[in-house]
């Protein structure tokens, strides 16, 4: 059997993203820091996020609407506080009402999803998203690697 905390750190090797996936609820808008976060299909349009089953989002996401929100470089303050890290007193949350799920106005990509199949992961779900709506901007994309945010580079090899 495995370490889980060295299998972890295994999976850290790969460089990814970071998105805070974000919906609605009755109390208001929510959301939660994802680097589990992959293209699935052109045609449908759908995207996979792997969903923490404790977290209070997996209760959420497979009957509403979401959006992921690919974070820009300077946006790790955000990744900490929708991780439950990094609580700044100060922090502004750019919430902005989208046509499907709320969203952050100023991420470098948001895809609007609803709901399309969610399937068992272990100890995670795997929820596949209906693309209904996207933007995306041009700037630095905040990495995770090793457990530590680094900067992509909007730039051809």
Not at 42 to 52: E, F, K
Not at 92 to 114: M, N, Q, R, Y
Request: glycine share 8%.
């Amino acid at each position: 059997m495995f370490e889980a905390r060295d299998l972890r750190y295994a999976f850290g090797r790969f460089a990814t993203g970071v998105t805070i996936v974000t919906y609605a609820t009755n109390d208001g808008p929510r959301g939660f820091t994802v680097n589990s976060f992959t293209s699935v299909s052109l045609d449908p349009p759908l995207l996979l996020i792997s969903v923490d089953r404790r977290i209070k989002a997996a209760r959420y996401l497979p009957e509403r609407p979401f959006a992921v929100n690919v974070l820009k470089a300077d946006q790790a303050p955000l990744a900490d506080h929708f991780a439950g890290r990094g609580k700044e007193a100060n922090l502004s949350v750019p919430w902005k009402d989208g046509v499907w799920a709320p969203h952050f106005d100023e991420a470098l990509a948001i895809f609007e999803c609803t709901p399309w199949r969610t399937y068992d992961g272990g100890d995670h779900l795997l929820v596949l998203g209906l693309i209904r709506r996207y933007t995306y901007g041009d700037d630095h994309a905040l990495t995770f690697f090793c457990g530590q945010y680094g900067i992509a580079a909007h730039q051809a090899v």
